[in-house]
């Protein structure tokens, strides 16, 4: 158990450092941007209270932005809905197994679409709060939403191979 | 049950939530300036439209009193015009002084009570005897009749509304000066008839109606309403309908009107007839 959990950690440590290479040095358009913060939110374990979800989104959201960024507050700003909304969402779609069993949301166990809708709403979710706050007022909506949509199409192909790094148990 | 479903666990994580959210906002307003501009812009919309709306809570909440005020301020306005047609008349050289008192006192007054829906309908005042109200008081407003006292209490007073098949009030046709009753048609809260206008009177459909003044409780010339078409009633008179200048399903400020000779017309009347 400890085993798993170090590992898990050590993988999520590992993934928050990918985030802020991708934040530093992948900005190919003004249009995309990667992000793969909101899936490593949701793939915490399930036996984790929704408190120290929200810390760990918190500190995950503040290192980023300290570390890449440089928006301090940004990332932890629309990390933290995804956090608290994190349960309400795995229960709506994967029914209350995931917390009955203490389980970890896989491909292998639930399927793609169901695991593809989870990430599409809440990687939504990230980039809409994200982008509306972080252009502040200053761009249209339409570009707001253009931006949203193509970072959320170019986001899920990351998001399914952080899922399935996170997701150990699947792999014992 | 998991404990982290209870109530109180909720609360907390919500509690948790809006604080880290709130830090995390505050983080960014401070580190970043066209955030912070724009936390700033959102601040002020929202205070502004919570001002906007507390204002519009407090001013809905004090209508009554400008109502009041308002109702006072327009009796008085009716006084002052009154005394100047009045002073008008001395440039005629047939004017004297004592007729610059028509001898109606004028009381403004709040509907307190009253009935709509049927054909004896009624009215309550917050006006009574204290305030010098009497029996056989009309009640008016500006754009016309509105009913006739008919019992007064210390404190309140008792009308007959004009929407009451059993009231007449005389009016007349402004274009012919022809004479006769008025009363509610029975069917709507703004029609009446004019009744019982010989067929030699001419008229046109939309001249102006007004109170005679040949009764004791309304002065004349109060606009009551529009005449509109006519019909011949056993071949001797016209029966007029009459479109009402006040709505009286929309009522609450009045003005009683007391004459103060109606005691003298009624002496004086009741003589002859004996």
Known sequence: MTGMKNRFVLTYVLLVIAQMLLCNYFHFTPYIMLTILPIMVFCIPTRVSVFWTLIIAFVTGLAVDYFAEGIIGLNAAALLPVAILRRTLIEAIFGPEPFEQEENITVKKYGLAKVSL?????????LLIYNIADCAGTRPFIFILAKVCLSLLASYILSLLAINLLSYDDRR | MPKERSVVSRIFSIAIFILLEVASLVMLSNN????????????????AKTWGTSQSIHGYFSLRKQNDELALENNRLQSLVRSYQLAAHESDPMFRPEMAD??????PATIIKSSSNSQHNYLILDKGSDDGVVQNCGIITPDGVIGIVDAVSKHYCYAISFMNTEVNISARIDSSGAVGPLAWDGISTSGAVLKEIPLQYKYNPGDT????????????DIPIGIAGDARVINGATNEIKVKLFQDHSALKYVTIIQNTRAAEIA?????NEQ
Do not use: C, D, K
């Open chain 2, 209 to 220: 109606v007004y109170t005679s003044g040949y009764s004791a409780i309304f002065p004349p």
């Open chain 1, 118 to 126: 989870a990430i599409f709403i809440i990687t939504a979710i990230f």
């Open chain 2, 32 to 47: 970043n300036r066209f955030q912070r501009l724009w936390f700033a812009r959102i601040s002020h919309g929202v205070m």
């Open chain 2, 267 to 271: 002496e004086i009347e009741s003589r």
């Open chain 2, 102 to 107: 028509n001898g109606f006192r004028y009381i």
